[in-house]
């Protein structure tokens, strides 16, 4: 099959359309690859409505997603355009992934850059927080760092919903200790 110009495909940003897109793609891999890669390109709304695509996909058939999660992994810290950052972020949340060691840690860090970060978009640190709780049961050792870069930071998030989040995860967390 030749490649589909998903550029035009995603004039807008719709339901309907990522919906057709989505069906496009189907389950082949290299009309998905066609979705991630224009996902990466940083184009502000072709990126974002790329990267929804990618992401239905993925809900659609989560099997898809799991030769993905390194890529992901490794293009999370260098993207600029938090709609895909978040959107990558959603697909983490839905998928935990612990195949590689090096992947994980390099996904951790960031997500603890992250937290910290005032920059940051409310979204990005809720699914940030939402993954570190997952995997703070699959890695207890980073549990210490977590319990303390909550208590610095949930004083100064903006979002009262974030805060009362990170409280209450502050709490379970203290408790597993």
């Not at 972020?89 to 090096?102: K, M, N, T």
Request: net charge positive; aromatic share 8%; charged share 30%.
């Amino acid at each position: 099959m030749p490649a589909l110009d998903f550029e035009s495909i995603l004039s807008d940003s719709s339901r309907s359309l990522a919906d057709y897109a989505a069906m496009t793609v189907g389950d082949d891999p290299k009309l998905l690859k066609q979705v991630f890669d224009l996902s990466l390109l940083q184009k502000k709304q072709v990126s974002m409505r790329a990267a929804r695509v990618f992401d239905l996909c993925c809900e659609r058939n989560p099997g898809f997603v799991r030769p993905w999660l390194k890529k992901i992994v490794r293009e999370l810290p260098k993207l600029k355009d938090n709609s895909v950052k978040r959107i990558f972020l959603h697909i983490l949340v839905r998928h935990p992934w612990v195949d590689d060691e090096v992947g994980m840690g390099r996904l951790i860090d960031t997500l603890f850059r992250w937290l910290s970060d005032d920059a940051q978009p409310i979204a990005v640190k809720a699914y940030s927080l939402s993954i570190l709780e997952n995997l703070s049961t699959l890695y207890p050792e980073f549990r210490n760092e977590l319990i303390l870069t909550l208590e610095e930071s949930i004083p100064f998030w903006e979002s009262a919903a974030l805060q009362s989040h990170g409280r209450k995860m502050l709490k379970k967390l203290t408790r597993a200790r």
